[in-house]
């Protein structure tokens, strides 16, 4: 299956930096997928979770608060003010990890639906790496 590079860039450093298979933004007319030799568009982010395969079939995601993502052939780029990887090496650095990311995204949103939704999606992800 084709691959291409996404990179997920915050004013404090890289996120993530690798070839995936697949990634689902949260824009902000609601998710979006992209494949590789997707169309070319640049478009805002808003808070949510940034779901991403890479090229090994593993599955990450990235809690962030807003942004902007450019997306050509074989290129993505996420700029976004703040992100949280949700990933460790044990529950309790899960749990720190998905705690980090809920304060994320309650400190940018103002709607305790758009709130529970994330939370929820970061739940999930986090019960896949336990």
Not at 101 to 109: Q, T
């Amino acid at each position: 299956m084709d691959t291409f590079k996404l990179e997920i860039l915050t004013p404090n450093g890289a996120i993530f930096m690798g070839n995936v298979v697949s990634v689902t933004l949260p824009g902000e007319e609601g998710e979006f997928g992209v494949l590789a030799h997707h169309a070319s568009l640049t478009t805002l982010l808003q808070a949510g979770v940034i779901d991403l395969e890479t090229d090994h079939k593993t599955v990450e995601s990235v809690a962030v608060n807003w942004g902007v993502v450019q997306v050509d052939e074989s290129k993505v780029v996420v700029l976004v003010d703040g992100a949280v990887s949700i990933k460790g090496a044990s529950e309790s650095e899960i749990a720190a990890a998905l705690a980090e990311a809920k304060k994320l995204i309650e400190d940018v949103s103002d709607s305790s639906a758009a709130i529970a939704s994330v939370s929820a999606k970061l739940e999930n992800a986090a019960q896949k790496l336990i």
